[in-house]
């Protein structure tokens, strides 16, 4: 007789250290769970997480107490006419020419601007150095603010990821992202006001200039846009790169082929994004009484989807727990659309609308660090541990190189 098998506990230690020991049991044998302390059904399967996010059912109306206290209301929490209307305000500014002409130059002298403070040195904490920084400043310089100021967004990102990330409910995590969602607001209003008077080249002036059917974003609005932009655009890219990096020094054939060959870096980027994705959990609600995995779910219940567990579901994709760039259950040039077959962006109406910043700041930032380092290797006697549970990636990630 066969023992069923119970994953441990969402917020406990044994689940933090190893959430993908967790996601092989569920994926075989606890499909539901019914969280007490969360308030949530889990689901895990790829084909549930990938209905929950394309079914209309499934709303976005969790993100009232999940994110509106430390953003303000976003495009995250809007359905039908409006949603669509402020997708279309914003997502010019992260696509085509715009992306390409504008905001290019800026990823490529922000990435180069940080390996010049180590590639004299020899050595570096990859996530300490670069990645923690690399995305936030990126995102400081596309909306023209003072560069002074990369520092303090620092540490409003790193509160508001605290926020988002409050499983356990700790009142002192709330509190700090209630008082972020009131630092940032003091700062960015005055300064967008003053840009809608004096238009720019930078983001915030496209985003104040934004018109759609008549409709154009409130001074809230934009800065709503980019408090949301600061939390996920800064932590997907700053995981995706130190874990990109942290899954090809464990595969150094892999390693090589993309040192040799720079066309291969969204390959890379696909698989991490599929193997160890920067974000392991996003939340729905259903309007209506469902059913997931034979299992009733009322109207009105927060279902959690474990974006980390699908990836890995052995039902999508093949010997899903290795780290493959050359898998071809994986097609890189749907990687980085809402046809992709990984759900590290979502799918659907609520597909990432900064998928494409993503992969042009990975494309960037891993080129270049691979040019600077060109000899790359994890420093003798470092480990390289995951922390994370909403969000995951590498604490540290110490190299050795040549100087350059």
């Not at 020991?21 to 689901?43: F, K, N, R, T």
């Amino acid at each position: 007789m066969t023992t069923a098998r119970h994953a441990p506990d969402l917020l406990s230690p044994e689940f933090a250290a190893d959430p993908y020991a967790a996601y092989d049991i569920m994926l075989e044998d606890e499909p539901l769970i019914w969280h007490e302390g969360m308030q949530s059904y889990i689901v895990s399967r790829y084909d549930d997480v990938a209905r929950a996010f394309r079914e209309p059912v499934f709303t976005t109306d969790n993100y009232g107490w999940q994110l509106e206290p430390a953003h303000g209301r976003t495009i995250l929490q809007m359905s039908g006419r409006e949603h669509s209307i402020r997708r279309a305000l914003v997502v010019p500014a992260f696509r085509g020419s715009e992306l390409e002409q504008k905001f290019l130059p800026v990823i490529k002298r922000n990435s180069a601007r940080l390996i010049d403070g180590f590639r004299g040195r020899g050595h570096a904490d990859l996530v300490e150095d670069y990645a923690r920084h690399f995305p936030i400043n990126v995102i400081v310089d596309m909306l023209g603010l003072d560069q002074s100021d990369h520092e303090r967004f620092q540490v409003w990102y790193t509160s508001i990821i605290g926020f988002l990330g409050n499983l356990s409910q700790d009142p002192e995590v709330a509190a700090a992202g209630v008082r972020t969602r009131e630092e940032l607001s003091a700062y960015l209003i005055p300064i967008i006001r003053q840009r809608r008077e004096n238009l720019g080249e930078d983001l915030l002036s496209t985003l104040c200039a934004a018109e759609v059917d008549g409709t154009s974003m409130s001074d809230e609005d934009i800065k709503a846009f980019c408090s949301l932009l600061l939390a996920a655009g800064g932590e997907t890219t700053d995981k995706a790169i130190s874990s990109l990096f942290r899954n090809l020094l464990a595969h150094p054939e892999q390693l090589d082929a993309v040192r040799d060959d720079h066309s291969l870096i969204p390959k890379a980027f696909a698989e991490t994004l599929r193997h160890t994705p920067p974000v392991h959990m996003i939340m729905r609600q259903p309007a209506e009484d469902i059913e997931i995995a034979g299992q009733p779910i009322p109207a009105g219940s927060t279902v959690t989807c474990l974006i980390g567990a699908a990836n890995r579901d052995p039902r999508r994709f093949s010997n899903p727990d290795a780290f493959d760039i050359f898998r071809d259950d994986l097609p890189t040039e749907t990687a980085f659309s809402a046809a992709a077959s990984h759900l590290s962006f979502a799918l659907g109406r609520h597909f990432c609308v900064g998928a494409l910043l993503a992969k042009t700041e990975i494309e960037v930032g891993v080129a270049q660090l691979l040019d600077a380092m060109p000899d790359l290797r994890l420093d003798e006697g470092a480990a390289s541990v995951e922390k994370g549970v909403f969000t995951r990636g590498p604490s540290s990630l110490r190299v050795r190189f040549t100087p350059n």
